[in-house]
């Protein structure tokens, strides 16, 4: 069965300093890789996804996430971070031909003034 | 366009009682899952459907009930209410054409006691 981990539960940063939100996902041989962003009290919104080909994904909000087969890795990245990314980041695989999306336990981003 | 559509928001349970959290898409798509949002667990899936009158069970179904009469409607039943099933409760649905990933509901807070 899939599995994903997300390395940091916590991750503390200053605004305008850049962020990498770390995922790993058990190895298959075809998977969908996503990254979502919870505001609190809210439901999940999809910030990037990838599918196949170009393994650099870029999303909303400036954000970007590298996909690295070898490494079963699709780390999250922003270079400069506002205070409104604020918020729980969750990293979600599907195998190919399931439905069964299998998230991470999240992350929660914290950025100070 | 609403999307994800559920209710109630809020809901509080005394332990034993029935209940059915509502669920409405009004984007056509032929996938809806139910997952349970529990602190430090990230989200979990509970039932998922791949069309009208096609439902399968996720990671978590024990306690749990779903059909899938038309397009646009996924209920979620509880049919005897636990303490342990205290959670958030997100709805989402997806297109049929490729794994685009899931649009999801705001959710339904539910607490039993």
């Not at chain 1, 087969?69 to 399931?98: M, N, W």
């Not at chain 2, 998922?48 to 979620?76: K, M």
């Not at chain 2, 409760?89 to 807070?109: I, K, L, N, Q, V």
Request: charged fraction near 15%; hydrophobic fraction near 35%.
């Amino acid at each position: 069965a899939q599995s994903v981990t997300q390395l940091d539960s916590q991750v503390p940063v200053f605004e305008e300093a850049p962020v990498e939100l770390r995922c790993n996902y058990s190895s298959s041989v075809s998977v969908y890789l996503f990254w979502y962003v919870q505001y609190p009290n809210q439901g999940l919104q999809l910030l990037l996804k990838y599918l196949s080909g170009s393994t650099l994904v870029k999303g909303i909000n400036g954000f970007e996430a590298e996909f690295n087969k070898s490494q079963t890795s699709f780390h999250l990245r922003k270079p400069s971070v506002h205070i409104s990314d604020t918020a729980e980041y969750f990293c979600a695989v599907v195998q190919g031909g399931s439905e069964k999306l299998v998230f991470g336990k999240g992350t929660k981003l914290t950025v100070n003034p | 366009n609403a999307g994800v559509t559920q209710t109630p928001k809020f809901q509080v349970l005394k332990t034993g009682q029935s209940m059915t959290l509502q669920c409405a898409q009004d984007m056509n798509h032929e996938y809806m899952s139910w997952y349970r949002q529990d602190p430090g667990m990230g989200l979990r899936l509970i039932h998922y459907s791949v069309g009208a009158g096609i439902t399968d069970q996720g990671e978590v179904p024990n306690g749990y009930n779903v059909s899938r009469s038309t397009t646009e409607d996924f209920p979620l039943r509880l049919l005897s209410a636990a303490p342990s099933q205290t959670s958030v409760y997100f709805c989402a649905s997806r297109e049929g054409d490729r794994f685009y990933g899931y649009t999801f509901g705001s959710g339904t807070r539910l607490t039993v006691v």
